[in-house]
């Protein structure tokens, strides 16, 4: 039985699963271009079918990641906004009814959608709860049979954190915590103050920059915006911080007062705003943690699985792995909304047609792959010249030129579910040059210095590089490197001595655990420099994508599987 599941608004993106197996999920973007498209994506869900060579006739379940009927408080939160201030108003009602007009009634027109573009079908459609589906997307995947769950995001229809439980193949929803209190508004407001772009992924930019500062306001944003609440979880006070006013720059008199005026889009950014960004951040991770106690003490589990944008916040998740009592965790790499289609897919398949569980996601290589042939008739197109070699010899040369300073643009096999790349679609250089950090952002990815790269390394390292028993083949946790390593992988270090990596499993991705290894049998070091494959566009998915990236760029190899190209 085949089930697809979707998210429509936002990060849109298909699942397809058989029989409770995965087949295929990707993000709308990776086809369309678009960073965080939003709409029906109509290319993902052609993508998934595609790839298990099926059409819409042979799915018989649908599963959509939000209620469109719950309005998402919209006209309520414009009427009490009315209270507040007349621009408040303003800009919730211009927003809500945008966002009710054109994207969530229009949800109601996906079944018809679907059939009219895909063809006739008789698939049952099911609307689910958007906290319920990131819920599923966590627990229903995950190797654990029995564990606590905690979602957290911007909001859902109304609910920001959702606080339940997974037992078997089902889950109980024990808590939820509703609009306007909510960690992601929080967060994307801060980042606004900031003056980058909330929604779009630059909530990233403030957990970079947030090392560099010190938690010089975090009284002022404990106490006055996003405040613990005993039993009832936190509140933020939007009266004092309000996101959708954030991003017209318009700041309550409370916070100009305590933190001075935002900062605007071009304007330096100084030690001022590290310090804001290290508050911010400092109160959102033990506002979590305040969480994470409380389910805790609800549930007694051993394990816990996140979802949520908010789990994305891997500095948060290194201190919730190491500070809090549970032993096991698991976030599944499509955190975010775009996960909601997986969860959404496997929300039918347990929660109501009642199926056993018997799959555990242990990899995030569900996208297209491209064969040799595919890939050479792509460079012959592009008239790029290239060797083809197999790995016995592409690898071990492709290591000796990393560790001479080359950056390689790497493509190999299915590309990644979820925002990080993880060796299929990665740009991959030499961790132990301290200057490769400012090359890759300056030179290469064009971005902020402060953006911290990444290490990929061999599994069976991990406990000697950080000193304790680590496990992430996700890239979603933050963790303080060994004193001793610090100086030997300086690319990797970030400044407050800390390193995001991704954990490589020998059986899950050999061709890039082979690749790693054989830069440590070169250079001792058991990782590479790994970043997304990308400049300010989604990551690469096809042949095309990555050589158009190599003719903008300036990076000095491309693999396409085992083609090589060398830049000129
Ligand atoms: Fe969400």
Request: glycine fraction near 8%; hydrophobic fraction near 40%; include cysteine.
């Amino acid at each position: 039985m085949y089930i697809l599941g979707l998210t429509t608004l936002g990060d849109s993106a298909a699942t397809l699963i058989k029989d409770g197996e995965m087949v295929a999920a990707i993000e709308e973007e990776r086809f369309s271009r678009k960073k965080h498209h939003s709409g029906f994506p109509y290319k993902a869900i052609q993508y998934c079918l595609d790839y298990a060579g099926i059409t819409l006739k042979d799915v018989a379940h649908v599963g959509h990641y939000w209620k469109p009927w719950i309005l998402r408080h919209k006209a309520m939160q414009a009427l009490k906004s009315a209270l507040i201030s007349p621009a408040m108003f303003k800009a919730r009602a211009d927003r809500g009814v945008a966002q009710v007009g054109e994207s969530y009634l229009g949800m109601f027109k996906h079944p018809q959608r679907l059939r009219e573009h895909f063809g006739a079908s008789d698939f049952k459609f099911h609307y689910l709860e958007h906290h319920q589906t990131h819920a599923a997307s966590a627990f229903l995947v995950s190797p654990f049979d029995s564990a606590a769950i905690l979602t957290w995001d911007g909001t859902g229809e109304d609910t920001t954190t959702l606080f339940c439980q997974g037992k078997d193949n089902k889950i109980k929803v024990l808590k939820r915590i509703k609009l306007p209190h909510s960690l992601g508004q929080f967060y994307s407001a801060v980042t606004n103050y900031i003056g980058f772009d909330m929604f779009t992924g630059d909530e990233w930019k403030v957990m970079g920059l947030a090392a560099y500062g010190k938690p010089e306001f975090y009284d002022f944003f404990s106490e006055k915006v996003l405040i613990k609440n005993g039993n009832s979880g936190f509140k933020f006070d939007i009266k004092v911080l309000d996101h959708h006013l954030a991003k017209h720059y318009q700041f309550s008199e409370t916070i100009v007062k305590e933190i001075g005026p935002g900062r605007k889009k071009g304007e330096e950014l100084t030690e001022h705003h590290w310090n804001i960004a290290c508050s911010a951040q400092k109160v959102v991770e033990d506002t979590a943690i305040h969480l994470v106690k409380q389910i805790k003490e609800m549930t007694d589990e051993e394990n816990l699985c996140m979802a949520g944008g908010v789990a994305f916040n891997s500095v948060m998740n290194g201190r919730i792995f190491h500070e809090t009592p549970f032993k096991n965790f698991y976030v599944q790499p499509a955190a975010g909304d775009a996960g909601c289609s997986l969860g959404a897919a496997y929300y039918v398949w347990h929660q109501i047609l009642n199926k056993p569980r018997k799959y555990v996601m242990n990899n995030a290589y569900w996208g297209p792959k491209f064969t040799n042939d595919e890939c050479q008739k792509a460079l012959d197109t592009a008239g790029l010249e290239y060797e083809t070699l197999p790995d016995e010899v592409l690898l071990p040369r492709l290591a000796k030129m990393i560790s001479e300073g080359a950056i390689i643009g790497w493509f190999n096999g299915r590309s990644e579910w979820g925002p990080r790349a993880l060796g299929a679609r990665s740009f991959l250089a030499d961790p132990r040059r301290a200057d490769m950090r400012q090359v890759l952002n300056d030179k290469v990815k064009l971005r902020e210095w402060f953006r911290p790269l990444a290490p990929s390394m061999l599994e069976e390292y991990g406990k000697e590089i950080f000193g304790v028993e680590h496990h992430d083949p996700f890239m979603i946790t933050v963790i303080q490197v060994a004193e001793e390593w610090k100086k030997k992988i300086p690319a990797v270090v970030h400044v407050d001595g800390s390193a995001r990596p991704q954990m490589v499993n020998k059986e899950v991705n050999p061709r890039y655990w082979n690749l790693i290894n054989e830069f440590r049998k070169l250079t001792g070091i058991p990782l590479l420099l790994n970043t997304s494959f990308n400049i300010q566009e989604p990551i690469v998915c096809t042949p095309e994508n990555a050589i158009n990236t190599f003719g903008n760029a300036n990076f000095d190899a491309l693999v396409l599987e085992n083609n090589l190209v060398l830049r000129k």
